[in-house]
């Protein structure tokens, strides 16, 4: 009995699921909707669906469907883009260009039977155009078609896939590769992405933090002849400290020591993940993460002093943090990036569905800390690099001004976990000088894992596609020599490695399929989508 009511649960769930994703995608527009599950069909009118999303109460027609039809599923219909109508169908056709618009409108259409390419683009296209913004019963009645059928078994799979930030940063994609382009020629005596000529140690190291009951495991990468400053890096959600260990390597040959800590994990403490999306982990963790580097820089602070093989390795007063997306988060934190929790607990309270991204759900679950402003700042941090940083909420509107290092943002167009726009670009235009981003068209949230090392359900694209190994090769040799000339400005050597945080270095290492861009700042041609977008 509790499996057949667990199952029911979960199949209304997908239907809802199924109903505000064909709904609110682009796409369907008629007067009647055949909703199709299996043998069974339901239609519904367009008009009732009007009538609920303006008075909130639900049209006797759509009784049915009223354990759906909640509040936040009219916001959803509600919600609205607002698009200037003289830039509003350029907006669009930037969406549709891009690979993953093209992708979106052959799943839509496979949701839909009997409608066409052409009438799914065109239902988009005209609802921009209209003075009122873009909305998802705009685009419903945009398109050419009395009635139109919804199989909504392939319904649910578009849902992952419908979200404003993420289509945000799809119309940016193709402005971002022009407008970030620097017409440069790059000479150089060297590479820094080539391999150092030190030979690298590897140990591991395990931590204990008595205090706080948490575990560190921490490999030290090192050289006979270790130069400062000390780099930490940190992974991201439920990764390993693995996930960037060619980098560590390669920054170890150079001379570098790299401590490269893996965070206690969820699953593997036995914890019970939660299914609520707002309650990903656990909101200490946005504070235990930050606070497991302090720990362990006063652990190598220690170590550094006594007899052993490791000892004088560690230069723990000037050390460089680099972090992937949850670990990004963490970089900035400690750089003095403060967090704002007001700012955070209302978004998460007031935004809908398709305002919601990924990293969005994960930031929320910080949401439960009971401070209004936090900061984890520890000073010996003295740079950041952050890596597909999750951080569109957390730091709110200000926050990223307090960060007091230079910093390196990497952002990835395809990103669909912790997208461009929301993630990285408003985040990067917070951020005081000097600062670097660094823009890779076309690669995804895990491009820059460490081929041999990762693994895991995300790794291995069975919950999304993620763009890796050799194909994207470029992308991790560039990381390699621009996180080593960054980081060599701590050092007497910064004037040799100034030309490698050039974009003229980006672009040297660009291939057709995989564009690369360098830049201290965006170009102003950039604003206008940037404030435009940023409106919804």
């Not at 509003?88 to 969406?95: A, C, W």
């Not at 030190?198 to 495991?217: G, M, Y």
């Not at 220690?302 to 050390?319: C, D, H, M, R």
């Not at 900035?332 to 969005?360: I, M, Y």
Request: aromatic share 6%; glycine share 6%; proline share 6%.
């Amino acid at each position: 009995m509790k499996q057949t009511l667990r199952s029911i649960r979960v199949l209304a769930g997908g239907v809802a699921i199924a109903i505000i994703s064909s709904l609110a995608a682009p796409g369907f527009a008629a007067e009647k909707l055949n909703l199709r599950l299996g043998p069974f069909e339901q239609s519904i009118r367009v008009a009732d669906l009007e009538k609920f999303a303006q008075t909130g109460e639900v049209p006797s027609a759509l009784q049915l469907y009223s354990p759906f039809l909640t509040p936040e599923f009219r916001k959803v219909l509600t919600s609205r883009l607002q698009l200037d109508p003289n830039l509003g169908s350029q907006v669009v056709e930037e969406i549709l260009k891009s690979a993953s618009g093209k992708r979106l409108l052959k799943t839509l259409q496979q949701a839909s039977p009997g409608l066409t390419i052409e009438q799914l683009q065109a239902g988009f296209w005209l609802a921009a155009r209209q003075a009122n913004g873009l909305d998802a019963l705009s685009v419903l009645k945009a398109i050419p078609q009395e009635t139109v059928t919804v199989d909504v078994t392939q319904a649910i799979g578009v849902a992952s896939q419908v979200n404003f930030s993420y289509w945000k940063s799809q119309a940016i994609s193709s402005q971002l590769e022009r407008s970030l382009t620097q017409q440069t020629e790059f000479r150089a005596t060297f590479d820094p992405a080539a391999p150092g000529l030190q030979t690298v140690d590897k140990q591991t190291l395990t931590l204990r933090d008595q205090a706080r009951n948490r575990t560190l495991p921490v490999d030290i990468y090192s050289s006979q002849n270790p130069q400062s400053p000390l780099v930490v890096i940190t992974p991201g959600f439920e990764a390993n400290r693995s996930f960037l260990g060619y980098l560590a390597r390669h920054l170890a040959s150079h001379g570098l020591t790299v401590a490269a800590i893996e965070h206690p994990s969820l699953a593997r403490q036995g914890n019970a993940v939660s299914f609520k999306l707002d309650q990903l982990v656990p909101a200490t963790e946005f504070v235990d993460r930050p606070k497991d580097i302090s720990f362990v820089l006063d652990q190598l602070t220690q170590i550094n002093q006594e007899s052993g093989p490791l000892a004088g390795k560690f230069n723990t007063q000037k050390v460089a943090v680099v972090g992937h997306s949850l670990g990004g988060y963490g970089a900035l934190a400690l750089a003095g990036a403060k967090l704002n929790l007001d700012e955070l607990r209302n978004f998460c309270q007031t935004s809908n569905l398709l305002q919601r991204v990924p990293a969005d759900w994960l930031q929320c679950a910080a949401s439960a800390l009971p401070d209004r402003q936090l900061s984890l700042r520890d000073k010996r941090v003295v740079q950041a690099i952050a890596l597909n940083p999750a951080i569109g909420q957390i730091f709110g509107k200000s926050g990223l001004t307090q960060v007091a290092t230079p910093t390196l943002i990497l952002t990835s167009t395809e990103d669909t976990l912790a997208p461009t726009f929301s993630q990285q670009l408003q985040p990067f235009t917070q951020l005081p000088k000097p600062k670097y981003l660094l823009t890779a068209i076309g690669t995804t949230h895990l491009s820059v894992s460490d081929p041999a090392n990762f693994s895991g359900a995300i790794g291995e694209g069975t919950l999304v596609k993620e763009r890796r190994g050799e194909e994207v090769a470029p992308l991790r040799q560039l990381l390699q020599g621009v996180s080593l000339a960054f980081i060599k400005q701590q050092t007497s050597e910064a004037k040799t490695y100034e030309t490698f945080l050039t974009s003229g270095y980006a672009q040297s290492m660009s291939t057709p399929g995989l564009p690369l861009r360098l830049n201290t700042e965006l170009p102003a041609n950039l604003s206008r989508w940037l404030k435009l977008a940023a409106i919804f």
